[in-house]
T-cell receptor
Framework: KNQVEQSPQSLIILEGKNCTLQ??????????LRWYKQDTGRGPVSLTI?????NTKSNGRYTATLDADTKQSSLHITASQLSDSASYIC????????????????FGKGTHLIIQP | EAGVTQFPSHSVIEKGQTVTLRCDPI?????LYWYRRVMGKEIKFLLH????????ESGMPNNRFLAERTGGTYSTLKVQPAELEDSGVYFC??????????????????FGPGTRLLVL
């Protein structure tokens, strides 16, 4: 069964600090991995998309890494800002219709990040 | 460019009533997806439209759910009759091309703000 596990479930850090969120998956065959940011009351917004051949991708202060061998990904946030407070969702796509929805996506439950001033 | 919009933003209904959710995708996006997030759980796929056709509705929980996309523009998701377990946040998303990756093409999917449904 395709699964995406995220840790920690929630995290509180001070403004200006860095943090790293983790994502482990068992989706196979792997196609790509996406990180989304979801602000309270809003829909998820895409941060990064990585395929099998990519092991790192940045979007501003967000840097995602991917280790396809260990089936792990991380999202590193540098110099956190109050606006970074949100849920961060890891989504893994299967190459074929082998699991997840017909879109091939398996979602994690997300990490709820709170930035304190 | 307007993003994906959903209406209503919130809906509170009693068990047994009917509710219709609406989604307007980004203009020109042929692919429209419905998802649902039940409290404490992850987001799960419901169905996928390509233009006006249902590409796959394997995620629809039961026949109380009916989705339509007449004309290939906006879509509606009707729940009739609603049950307590239908409570959750219903997201709509759209993309220009299907999400399946071929080669290194990575299609971005755009989500709407969601409709928060509470069935009492």
């Amino acid at each position: 069964k395709n699964q995406v596990e995220q840790s920690p479930q929630s995290l509180i850090i001070l403004e200006g600090k860095n943090c790293t969120l983790q994502c482990n998956y068992t989706v196979s065959p792997f196609s790509n991995l996406r990180w989304y940011k979801q602000d309270t009351g809003r829909g998820p917004v895409s941060l990064t998309i990585m395929t099998f051949s990519e092991n790192t991708k940045s979007n501003g202060r967000y840097t995602a890494t991917l280790d396809a061998d260990t089936k792990q990904s991380s999202l590193h946030i540098t110099a956190s800002q109050l606006s970074d407070s949100a849920s961060y969702i890891c989504v893994v796509s299967a190459l074929l219709r082998s699991g997840g929805g017909a879109d091939g996506l398996t979602f994690g439950k997300g990490t709820h990040l709170i930035i304190q001033p | 460019e307007a993003g994906v919009t959903q209406f209503p933003s919130h809906s509170v209904i009693e068990k047994g009533q009917t509710v219709t959710l609406r989604c307007d995708p980004i203009s020109g996006h042929d692919n429209l997806y419905w998802y649902r997030r039940v409290m404490g759980k992850e987001i799960k796929f419901l169905l996928h439209f390509v233009k006006e056709s249902k590409q796959d509705e394997s995620g629809m929980p039961n026949n109380r759910f009916l989705a339509e996309r007449t004309g290939g523009t906006y879509s509606t998701l009707k729940v009739q009759p609603a049950e307590l377990e239908d409570s959750g946040v219903y997201f709509c998303a759209s993309s220009a091309l299907p999400l399946r990756v071929t080669g290194d093409r990575q299609e971005t999917q755009y989500f709407g703000p969601g409709t928060r449904l509470l069935v009492l």
